[in-house]
């Protein structure tokens, strides 16, 4: 009889680690971004020299600043000096002005430029540099109102599962309520019912990001109260509270740590749909959703005034989705050990 044939081959493993490196990576380099922010930016985010000359620049535009004896700049084209004075360009027309009238003249012209690396916008304030300070709102509040709402779904969970049936019934009943609305939806709701501010939008986002959590930690600790460690602990004597504590808790904390570094890409795309909606921060506090909104009705002839801000919260929500996915395939044992799901 003929050999039977050889066995499939098992298919090869996943490559998990580059998941990993990638979202810590992006993410490190945004939160790094956002704290050197004032290093990293060029310009006062909020910097409006002049605001005739300066709107809707594109990228890589380079423009000489004229500073006026009576305080007011004047952004120019281009500038020379001649006999006297000084001569320069703007919104395509050429004028002189006498040296006396200019503060910052040199042997060839102005001492001042303006380079806007990522274009400006409608009031002529540099895009990189609110970029760069958008980033600090956008992953502070995304940062705080994650921090709230894991310690708020963690404590409802935690309750549902320790509490007895009624409390469970209760609690999960009241979280089933809370996620029949859509997220944005109650966000909005909330955040019309306030006054806009970073605390508020903190609070808005945590009191409506929190569900998913509390029933996450509700189903670990309902599976981790019947492993033998916690009957031990029981029969030990143990308190609840201390069980809770010493055994529950930091075996819940892996599915609640993956979980979170996906719920925060979440976070920073309602913060930016709020910002966008005009329920976010206010004007003129740079944050991602705000500029978005800030270009909307000029992509047609100032595209990148939306088009930067917008790449930055797709650059945000993918850096901590690749953290979570890498981080899930690190920490769950079934798939360090190549099995499937």
């Not at 000096?81 to 006498?98: D, H, M």
């Not at 993956?258 to 976070?267: E, F, M, N, Q, Y």
Request: aromatic share 6%; hydrophobic share 55%; glycine share 10%.
């Amino acid at each position: 009889m003929p050999d039977p044939p050889p066995p499939p081959a098992a298919g090869p493993r996943r490559r998990r680690g580059p998941l990993l490196v990638a979202g810590t990576g992006l993410a490190a380099l945004l939160v790094l971004a956002a704290l050197a922010a004032p290093l990293l930016a060029p310009y006062d985010p909020n910097e409006q020299l002049d605001a005739a000359a300066g709107r809707h620049r594109p990228p890589g535009t380079r423009l000489a600043a004229v500073r006026l004896t009576d305080g007011r700049w004047r952004l120019a084209d281009r500038v020379e000096r001649v006999g006297g004075g000084l001569r320069y360009e703007r919104l395509g027309r050429i004028e002189t002005l006498p040296d006396a009238a200019v503060a910052n003249l040199t042997a060839d012209g102005v001492a001042d430029r303006r380079f806007f690396l990522l274009g400006s916008d409608r009031f002529g304030r540099d895009l990189l540099s609110r970029v760069l300070y958008g980033a600090r709102v956008s992953l502070l509040v995304g940062g705080l109102a994650l921090a709230l709402a894991v310690t708020l779904g963690i404590a409802v969970g935690g309750a549902a599962a320790l509490g007895g049936p009624l409390v469970d019934a209760v609690l999960m009943r009241a979280v089933d309520a809370m996620l029949a609305f859509p997220t944005l939806l109650l966000a909005l709701a909330l955040a019309a019912l306030t006054r806009a501010s970073a605390w508020t939008l903190v609070a808005v986002l945590a009191a409506t990001g929190w569900m998913g959590v509390s029933r996450l930690v509700r189903a670990e600790l309902l599976g981790l109260e019947r492993r033998e460690f916690v009957l031990a602990a029981r029969a030990a004597g143990q308190r609840r509270l201390a069980i809770f504590f010493r055994h529950l808790l930091p075996n819940a904390l892996t599915p609640v740590t993956v979980d979170a570094s996906l719920r925060i890409g979440d976070l920073i795309l309602v913060e930016a749909a709020l910002s966008f909606l005009g329920f976010g921060l206010q004007p003129p506090t740079p944050s991602w959703g705000g500029m978005v909104a800030d270009g909307r009705d000029a992509l047609g002839v100032a595209w990148w005034v939306s088009a930067f801000p917008g790449a930055a919260i797709a650059l945000a929500v993918l850096a901590f989705n690749l953290l979570g996915d890498g981080l899930r395939d690190a920490l769950d044992p079934r798939l360090r050990s190549g099995i499937e799901r």
